[in-house]
């Protein structure tokens, strides 16, 4: 699903007044197939000019929540406002004002790239001049430029999925939604994606983000709803749901391994903390509450004659912040809300 796929869900760059300061409003959303309550209760704030990440696996209700956003599906229950205007009584300005960029690419294979987006550009208003300077730029933007006027037959899924996220980029709306927008990119094509959001908002547009991938959120998200099996979980920074499920740990590593129990015992001294050593690894790795303490650690450790080789302090990482809020990683499974059929606006 992209934008491209709906005419008139991306129309010429409008802005969204200045005086409003909340991009997206949601109070008690709710969306149901059948019996299968896909999104339920859902609550959102998303500030203007900024990333906002909604984390969790397929079928968590990720993408049912952006088609009601993007006026692709009516709510059940609740009320959701785009730049204070109702999703429902007001869809057509909402349309306006939005751009969509789905998991799937929705381009015609039978046209080389650069026909693509100058056909979409054209539908979108753009002169035939303007038209070929955009594709040409997004062209160049998104590493295609020696594949234009390649087959999209012969196209990759990876140049496929930048071909789309281009297209949808012709005009760019004061709001954005990339609904796994890298799913199925190469580490090189999923960084060109994040420099592009990156920009984006730099040049004031604000982005909902749904991802599976844990460092895609912590890389551009700044704010994070996880979301499960219908309902958010947990909402904040990146570092307010670390923070949220353990301390930070220090690892070190020793030069010699048999200081490794002197190394404990001036652990549980200084930090009164209780540390793990591997022998293997040479590695002792313990929870730090006060950081501030560390600096004493190490100039105990020096004054017993136990030599560090090297030193790092980490955070616990969203994997183990979404395991521990969940109960299960953060992999697939079955897109139950995608599979019951989309109710077309």
Do not use: C
């Not at 991306?10 to 999104?39: C, E, M, W, Y």
């Not at 281009?166 to 709306?173: C, V």
């Not at 984006?200 to 996880?226: C, F, H, K, S």
């Not at 010699?256 to 040479?282: C, H, N, W």
């Amino acid at each position: 699903m992209s934008a491209t796929a709906y005419p008139g869900l991306v129309t010429s760059a409008r802005r969204a007044p200045s005086h409003n300061d909340v991009a997206i409003q949601t109070q008690g959303l709710v969306k149901q197939f059948g019996s299968h309550r896909a999104v339920d209760g859902i609550d959102l704030t998303v500030q203007t000019g900024t990333v906002f990440g909604v984390l969790g696996p397929n079928g968590a209700g990720k993408t049912t929540t952006v088609r009601m956003l993007a006026t692709l599906l009516r709510p059940d229950g609740g009320r959701a406002r785009i730049f204070g205007h109702d999703v429902v009584k007001e869809e057509h300005v909402v349309r306006q004002l939005i751009g969509v960029t789905g998991q799937y690419a929705s381009v015609d294979e039978t046209l080389s790239a650069l026909e693509n987006l100058i056909i979409f550009a054209r539908l979108l208003g753009f002169s035939r001049p303007a038209a070929k300077r955009k594709a040409t730029e997004l062209l160049e933007q998104f590493g295609l430029v020696e594949a234009a006027k390649r087959p999209l037959k012969h196209f990759s899924g990876g140049m496929r999925r930048r071909l789309d996220l281009a297209a949808s980029l012709i005009a760019t709306p004061p709001l954005i939604f990339l609904d796994e927008p890298t799913t199925g990119l190469d580490p090189r094509s999923r960084a060109q994606v994040w420099d592009t959001i990156r920009r984006l908002v730099r040049e004031g547009t604000t982005v909902l983000l749904t991802t599976q991938y844990l460092d895609e959120a912590d890389q551009l998200a700044d704010r994070i709803a996880v979301i499960d099996r219908g309902r958010v979980i947990a909402e904040g920074t990146a570092d307010e749901l670390k923070a949220s499920v353990g301390q930070s740990s220090l690892h070190l590593r020793l030069a010699d391994p048999e200081d490794g129990a002197r190394a404990q015992a001036i652990v549980a001294r200084v930090l009164r903390s209780e540390a793990t050593f591997s022998p293997e690894g040479k590695r002792l790795v313990m929870p730090v509450s006060d950081p501030s303490r560390i600096a004493d650690l190490l100039v105990a450790l020096k004054e017993n004659d136990v030599d560090i080789v090297e030193f790092s302090m980490q955070k616990p990482t969203l994997d183990e912040v979404f395991l521990a809020l969940t109960g299960h990683e953060a992999t697939p499974s079955s897109e139950v809300e995608d599979s019951k059929g989309v109710e077309q606006p």
